[in-house]
Nanobody, 126 residues
Framework: QVQLVESGGGLVQAGGSLRLSCAAS?????????MGWFRQAPGKEREFVTT????????YYADSMKGRFTISRDNAKNAVYLQMNSLKPEDTAVYYC??????????????????WGQGTQVTVSS
């Protein structure tokens, strides 16, 4: 059974940084087609943040995160990370790690992912 566990969320002031981690178990990490991060703010739909394709390490970001957020992976630790810099109050949300076991050209849609973590809260104060 695949399990994704996020950690690293918390409260930070605007302009600060956080690093989220996602630990995967139950399946060889490299067998995923892609890993991604999504977020959901109160009263809003879950939205795409970033994704990394496993085969070549190609990364993609939502426009509002480009230049501030960085996704990375560590195959040896079965982990994927989200480094978030220059955080803004509008980045406040629950952040979810997701994994896809199927090949697509685009991983920005929720429907592309098969497994989800429970989420970690990120709160950015002004």
């Amino acid at each position: 059974q695949v399990q994704l566990v996020e950690s690293g969320g918390g409260l930070v002031q605007a302009g600060g940084s956080l690093r989220l981690s996602c630990a995967a178990s139950g399946r060889t990490f490299g067998s995923y087609a892609a890993m991604g991060w999504f977020r959901q703010a109160p009263g809003k739909e879950r939205e795409f943040v970033t994704t990394i394709k496993w085969s070549r390490g190609n990364t993609y970001y939502a426009d509002s995160m480009k230049g501030r957020f960085t996704i990375s992976r560590d195959n040896a630790k079965n982990a994927v990370y989200l480094q978030m810099n220059s955080l803004k109050p509008e980045d406040t949300a629950v952040y979810y790690c997701a994994a896809s076991g199927r090949l697509y050209s685009d991983y920005t849609s929720i429907a592309r992912y098969d497994y989800w973590g429970q989420g970690t809260q990120v709160t950015v104060s002004s």
